[in-house]
């Protein structure tokens, strides 16, 4: 199983970006999909998780509102739309699927 998470980058506060996870020799089924960050010196947090068959979603107090998670079970690719980015939200971004995870992605919010 590989999970490819792209999408990350430099943005300025206020910014958008869209982070994509491409999963390869799974499929997703009723798989819960799911979207962690990790900022320097704190520990990962999960932000957002998808249910693949019914689209049922879950958010962390810290991104809802801001951020939506999506899958395109055609694809077997998971999304995060990210709006109104702060210097809070620059991390790693990781997605996890199973237990398995993505090398993770760099967003950087500047001020």
């Known amino acids: 199983v590989q999970l490819q998470a792209s999408g990350g980058g430099l943005v300025q506060a206020g910014g958008s970006l869209r982070l994509s996870c491409a999963v390869s020799g799974l499929t997703f089924g009723n798989s819960a999909i799911a979207w962690f960050r990790q900022a320097p010196g704190k520990e990962r947090e999960g932000i957002a998780c998808?249910?693949?068959?019914?689209?049922?979603?879950v958010y962390s107090d810290s991104v809802k509102g801001r951020f939506t998670i999506a899958s395109d079970n055609a694809k077997n690719t998971v999304y995060l739309q990210m709006n109104s980015l702060n210097t809070e939200d620059t991390a790693v971004y990781y997605c996890?699927?199973?237990?398995?995870w993505g090398q993770g992605t760099q967003v950087t919010v500047s001020s």
């Open positions: 998808i249910v693949s068959d019914n689209d049922d979603t």
């Open positions: 996890n699927i199973g237990g398995h």
